[in-house]
Each structure stands twice: as C-alpha cells, then as structure tokens.
C-alpha cells in the first residue's frame, strides 16, 4: 500500500499517506471478517456448522465438519461472502459520497472511496468459477444439483479451478519476467500452490466419502489390542511391546483405567541413549488429549477428523467404553485399494 495512496490520491503528506494506509489495512481486516462470517451465519443456518476459518491473500476459506449436506446450502453459504462484500463495496461507496458532500474530498473520505473499490475487488475475484474460491464452490453445489452427484461435480469444479490456477501463474511469469514483479508473482505463486492443493483435496476427499458410504467405524477398528504401563521404560516399552505387537499405537492403562496412548513413531524420535531412563508416562499424550470416536460413527468422519487434528489414531468408545482402536491407515489402506479397484463405485455411489 506504500504506493497505492501517492498514485490514486496526490497532494498529501507522506504522514497522511501512512494513518489511509493504517486505517485501510484495518477497514479491510473488517471487510474479510464480515465476509466470512456472511458464509457462517448462511452454512448455520442450513446446519453445516463451520469448524474454521483460514483467513488467506484474497479473502478467507471456511473448513467445514463432514460433507455438505445439500446443493442448496452449498450453493447459498458459497455466494453470501461475496454478496456481502458487494453490501459492503456499496456501504463504503456511499460513506465516500456523503463525507466528500458535507466536508469536501480529503484523506478520510478517499481512505472509504479505496476500501469500496476493495471490497468491490474481493466480491469479483471470489465470484470468480475457480474452485476452492467461492464461485467455484457455488458452481460445484449447482453441478452437483443437476448431476446428483457430488463427487462429479468436485472433479468438475476443481479442473476448472486447475484451468484457472494454471493461467494466472501463467501471468505471474509474464509480469516476472517482463516487470521484475517479484512480490506480485510470489503472491500469485502462493496462491496457486494452496488452489491447486485444495483442488486436489477436495476431490480426493469427496472419492473417499463415495468410497466409505455405508461403512462405521465399526468396520475399521482393531478390538484386539495390547496395552502398556505408564511405569514402563521406553527400553523395555520397544523391546516388549514395540518389536512383538506391531502396533503403532499403545493404550497406556494404569490398573484398569485408561491415562494415555503413546505413539511408537514418536518414540523413534527420540535420543535412543534417553530411552533407558525415560517412562511411557512422561512421553504418552494425556488422556485429555486423546481424541474418541463412537463405534457406530461414519467412517468418513472419523477420517476427517484425524485429518484435521493432524493425528493418527482414535479411541473407540461405545457406550462411553473404551472398545478398540482406529488406526488412520486402516481406512486409508483400504481407501488407496479400493480407489484401484473400484474406480466406477466412486462415481456410482451418488453421494
Ligand atoms: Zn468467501
């Protein structure tokens, strides 16, 4: 923004100049939240509750718990962000207008006059059919709607969005190239690399989905699984325990009750000379942050949820009992043969 207020806004002090740049920065900060909370109040109200918000370059991306639900809701939280952003654009707008009227152009009336022409910007560029942005979203919801089938449509929207992400990064090494643009191909770079990801993300996650339909946890999990002391040395934990069960994983149960799970690839980690002194207890993660999943859940949730928490197992309860174990790779084991040998199932299964 250094130079964005002295081009657009000549004849003011370099002062001046820094407070628009200060108060536009926070104006749009303001903008993108209101955005994405546009996304939230509509994904509530069509119950697919939001988990998070990433906020990102051109805007933000909500990440949502499990698969929407429907087209419709899909289609309508995709559209309110840049609806708003347009609401917003126009409010902006107006304020320029009735301040310039009543006390004449300055500083503070242009600093509104540049947030409108952002917020404008942000409407345009997230409408724009490339998916993960918002109008790649509601075009995906509107092809699934026709189609009846969500992962066709996923495919659909992200090799639109590929299309896309390939020639703006196209342009990038255009303006490289020809304007020295580093900081403007950087930019777009970054952006392209987190599309193209997403891209991939999603349609691999809606495959899954297709994939799992119909199947629990249930089906997954491991009822036959050993269990270690916290008291253990972690000597004694791989030489007893690591190199006999295979497990990646050990419940760590003091008496009869449940304290921790301590993850072998963690212990592999560490300082081998370290492991005749140090206890399961001090390297096990905590009762209260290990992470259950009821045995009669989807297991398209659970999949997502150790995706999301970045981890690898979950406790299977039933009835508030510990019952077994869910290994990550379990399911994705299955998944990667499955994507082999029924490739036409995924599409099949219209999810
Ligand atoms: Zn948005």
Redesign the pocket.
């Known amino acids: 923004m250094n130079t964005v207020f002295p081009a657009n806004f000549p004849g003011y002090e370099i002062e001046t100049y820094r407070h628009m740049a200060v108060w536009s920065l926070f104006g749009l900060i303001f903008s993108i939240i209101v955005?994405?909370l546009a996304?939230a109040v509509i994904a509530e109200y069509y119950n697919m509750p939001i988990l998070s918000i990433r906020l990102f370059i051109f805007?933000?991306v909500a990440e949502f718990k499990g698969r929407p639900s429907h087209p419709r809701g899909e289609f309508f939280m995709a559209i309110a962000?840049?609806i708003m952003s347009f609401f917003l654009a126009l409010f902006f707008w107006a304020t320029h207008i009735v301040l310039s009227q009543n006390f004449g152009v300055g500083p503070t009336s242009q600093s509104f006059q540049y947030l409108g022409y952002l917020n404008f910007w942000l409407a345009v560029f997230?409408l724009i059919p490339a998916f993960p942005l918002?109008g790649g979203r509601a075009l995906r919801a509107a092809v699934w709607h026709k189609k009846k089938n969500l992962v066709l449509a996923t495919r659909y929207a992200s090799n639109l969005g590929e299309i896309f992400t390939y020639l703006i990064m196209g342009y990038a090494c255009y303006r490289l190239s020809f304007f020295d643009d580093i900081i403007g191909a950087l930019w777009i770079g970054l952006m392209g690399i987190f599309m193209l990801g997403a891209g991939h993300y999603a349609v691999r996650q809606t495959e899954s989905w297709s994939l799992l339909e119909g199947q629990d946890v249930r089906d997954f999990i491991s009822a036959d699984f050993v269990s270690v002391s916290p008291d253990l040395t972690l000597n004694d934990f791989v030489e007893k325990y690591v190199y006999k069960y295979y497990q990646q994983n050990f419940p760590v149960v003091d008496g009869q009750k449940l304290v921790g799970l301590i993850d072998v690839h963690k212990i592999m980690q560490q300082d081998r000379k370290r492991w005749s002194w140090t206890h399961v207890a001090s390297q096990m993660t905590t009762l209260d942050e290990i992470y259950t999943v009821d045995i009669a859940s989807p297991a398209s949730e659970a999949l997502d949820m150790m995706g999301r928490l970045n981890i690898n197992t979950l406790m299977v309860t039933q009835e508030k009992k510990l019952v077994g174990m869910l290994n990550r790779s379990d399911i994705t084991n299955y998944l990667a043969i499955m994507m082999k040998l029924e490739r036409g199932k995924i599409v099949k299964n219209s999810i």
């Open positions: 955005h994405e996304h805007g933000g962000g840049p997230n918002d």
